[in-house]
């Protein structure tokens, strides 16, 4: 069974320049043209590779190869297409181009698999537009409520639900995405390790033994807004200032701890003026573990400094939860699996821990999810720098393909 590697470098190319930004970036929003014009390349490529294709009530991608029993639990592998602003060109979508190579390769090798195996591009992962992220697996998982696609805006202050209709999906349908008990056999995703662990161990790839939580809180800190040269010092209710001290607050709390990241990753100014103090900042927490209840304890802490930081400044602040993921373990008898895949190679694949947030994440408890990671350089992410050399992608999407034979019975 050979992979077309070169193939495969092209096509990640090739997608470059759906959302390329003026540095080398990508920026690809959920439910955006340049999302569109990629899932439409997408399609062409899963057609070539033998798939039926159709996209669900969500908007997620989805290529088909019906095996040997069309009824029987189908093997979902995949990842997604949306970026994060100027984001690099393998977030995701080696994960989903590397998929559509593996069932080729298992095609032109005339291993046709038992179960039904389905390649599938979820879409808004990331959630970079509405601050919300994972909709498309949580359509599929029947965790995503229509409430929800009401309750969430971009900067523009579009909803979800606008912009699915926009795209030309009914957002009233949403519920049709969601996959029965008992359909689904597995799930299984190739993504870019995001870090500096293969890399340090000298390793390709990786096998993924759990997935960090993320938490998403939105503060909203209220103060009194006054000219800069005539209000003293002593007494300013100045809501930046108070903000400055809870993000720097943030980042002590989880350096505390071995394992929790916290992150702010926007903050905005209200009214924004040289010669104004700020009256009112906004900024977001991205918080995680892979042990919940040591994020949730950080958590806490947090917002008890919060409430004493407000009380000494004299300001107010409101806090917003955006989205709360439990941690997930992956299944052993897949990470088996793909260490079995591995060592028909000739690899011994180590163990490796995700901290960030994937789309499996909404699927586990449903039905058995895993993950491989492919080396990252100096474990750049979320940036146009980020990269995966060709080798490291073809070996992994390799890696990929046996398990997907192991799994599905191929």
Not at 4 to 22: I, K, M, N, V, Y
Request: a negative charge.
């Amino acid at each position: 069974m050979k992979m077309d590697g070169e193939r495969l470098w092209s096509r990640l190319s090739e997608l470059h320049a759906f959302g390329a930004t003026a540095d080398g970036g990508v920026t690809r929003f959920a439910w955006s043209d340049a999302e569109r014009q990629a899932k439409d390349r997408v399609a062409v490529w899963m057609r070539e590779a033998g798939l039926e294709v159709r996209e669900d009530a969500a908007g997620n991608l989805i290529g088909r190869w019906s095996g040997r029993e069309p009824e029987a639990p189908v093997l979902l592998v995949g990842s997604h297409l949306d970026s994060v602003p100027n984001g690099g060109d393998f977030d995701g979508p080696l994960g989903v181009l590397s998929a559509i190579e593996a069932v080729d390769a298992l095609r032109r090798a005339g291993r046709q698999p038992r179960h039904p195996v389905e390649v599938i591009a979820f879409t808004d992962e990331e959630g970079a537009r509405f601050r919300y992220g994972m909709t498309g697996s949580r359509a599929v998982a029947g965790t995503l409520r229509r409430e929800e696609l009401d309750a969430h805006t971009d900067a523009d202050g579009t909803t979800i639900a606008a912009a699915m209709t926009a795209y030309g999906l009914e957002p009233d349908r949403i519920g049709e995405a969601a996959r029965a008990p008992g359909s689904v056999l597995a799930y299984l995703e190739l993504h870019i390790e995001q870090g500096q662990v293969l890399e340090a161990a000298g390793q390709p790839v990786g096998v993924v033994s759990g997935i960090a939580g993320p938490l998403w809180l939105k503060f909203t800190v209220v103060g009194r807004a006054g000219h800069a040269g005539t209000t003293p010092m002593p007494g300013r209710r100045d809501a930046l200032v108070a903000a400055a001290e809870m993000v720097q607050m943030m980042s002590e709390e989880a350096a505390a701890e071995a394992r929790t990241v916290a992150t702010v990753g926007q903050l905005s100014v209200r009214r924004g003026g040289v010669n104004i103090i700020p009256g009112q900042v906004e900024f977001t927490l991205d918080l995680r573990d892979v042990d919940e209840a040591v994020r949730d304890r950080v958590e806490q802490r947090i917002r008890a400094r919060v409430a004493e930081i407000c009380e000494a400044r004299g300001v107010s602040c409101q806090v917003e939860e955006l989205q709360r993921v439990p941690p997930v373990q992956c299944n052993e008898a897949l990470q088996a699996a793909i260490v079995e895949a591995g060592r028909e190679l000739g690899l011994s694949l180590p163990t490796v821990v995700s901290g960030a947030g994937h789309d499996g994440m909404q699927c586990a408890g449903r039905w058995p999810i895993a993950m491989l990671f492919a080396r990252s350089r100096a474990g750049i992410s979320h940036h146009p720098d980020e990269y995966t050399s060709p080798e490291d992608c073809a070996l992994a999407a390799e890696i990929l393909a046996r398990t997907v034979a192991r799994v599905a019975g191929a």
